[in-house]
T-cell receptor, first 113, second 118 residues
C-alpha cells in the first residue's frame, strides 16, 4: 500500500518568512496530492492540491510542487502570518482506490510575530 | 459549497454504551464517505470507506462489529461505536466525495466529533 512520509514534524518561522514542508510517497500509481490545514479541535481543511499531470500550482501565498520521478511533493507558504499557525498534512491517493487518502504524519507550524 | 457536517460535535458516554455519530453532506450528494479517527498529536487514520447503498469496507485492524457504518442515503452516513470503552476515546472525522462529478478528486471533511468514554 501507499506510504507517505512528511518532514519536518515541527516548523517554527518568523512572521513574514517562508515555510516549506516536504512529503514523499511510495506508490507510483498515486495521482492526487492534497494538502490540508487543521486547527486545534477542528476537521482538516483543504488548502491546495495537485494532480499528477501538473508540476506546480500556486494560490496566492501557497504553492505546491510535484516531482513524479522522485515521488515527492512540497508545500510552500510565503509571507507567513500568525494565522498560518496550524498542523499541516500532506496526503496521496489514486483514483482506482475510491480516492482513499493516505496521510503524512503532519507538521506543526508555528509562526511567531 | 461542499459542506460536510457532523453531529454531535462532542459526546461523553459511559463504558459499555453505544454512541452514534452522523455525517451529512449539506449541498452535494456524497456517493462515497470515509471515516477517520485521530488520536491527540497524531495523523488521521482511515477506518472505513462507505459507498451509498452497500456495505462499508473496513481497513485492516478495524473491527467492523464494533464500528458499525451505515450509508443509507446520498447525504447521510452514520458511525456507531458499540459497547464503547475508554480506549475508543478519540476524535472521529468523516469526509465525503461525489464521484459522479467528472474529474473531481476532492474530499471534503466534517468538523469532527470528540468522543470521550468514561
Amino acid at each position: 500500500g501507499e506510504n507517505v512520509e512528511q518532514h519536518p514534524s515541527t516548523l517554527s518561522v518568523q512572521e513574514g518568512d517562508s515555510a516549506v514542508i516536504k512529503c514523499t510517497y511510495s506508490d507510483s500509481a498515486s495521482n492526487y496530492f492534497p494538502w490540508y490545514k487543521q486547527e486545534l479541535g477542528k476537521g482538516p481543511q483543504l488548502i491546495i492540491d495537485i494532480r499528477s499531470n501538473v508540476g506546480e500550482k500556486k494560490d496566492q501565498r501557497i504553492a505546491v510542487t510535484l516531482n513524479k520521478t522522485a515521488k515527492h511533493f512540497s508545500l510552500h507558504i510565503t509571507e507567513t502570518q500568525p494565522e498560518d499557525s496550524a498542523v499541516y498534512f500532506c496526503a496521496a491517493s489514486r483514483t482506482d482506490s475510491w480516492g482513499k487518502l493516505q496521510f503524512g504524519a503532519g507538521t506543526q507550524v508555528v509562526v511567531t510575530p | 459549497g461542499a459542506v460536510v457536517s457532523q453531529h454531535p460535535s462532542w459526546v461523553i458516554c459511559k463504558s459499555g454504551t453505544s454512541v452514534k455519530i452522523e455525517c451529512r453532506s449539506l449541498d452535494f450528494q456524497a456517493t462515497t464517505m470515509f471515516w477517520y479517527r485521530q488520536f491527540p498529536k497524531q495523523s488521521l487514520m482511515l477506518m472505513a470507506t462507505s459507498n451509498e447503498g452497500s456495505k462499508a469496507t473496513y481497513e485492516q485492524g478495524v473491527e467492523k462489529d464494533k464500528f458499525l457504518i451505515n450509508h443509507a442515503s446520498l447525504t447521510l452516513s452514520t458511525l456507531t461505536v458499540t459497547s464503547a470503552h475508554p480506549e475508543d476515546s478519540s476524535f472521529y472525522i468523516c469526509s465525503a466525495r461525489d464521484f459522479r462529478l467528472a474529474g473531481e478528486y476532492e474530499q471534503y471533511f466534517g468538523p469532527g466529533t470528540r468522543l470521550t468514554v468514561t
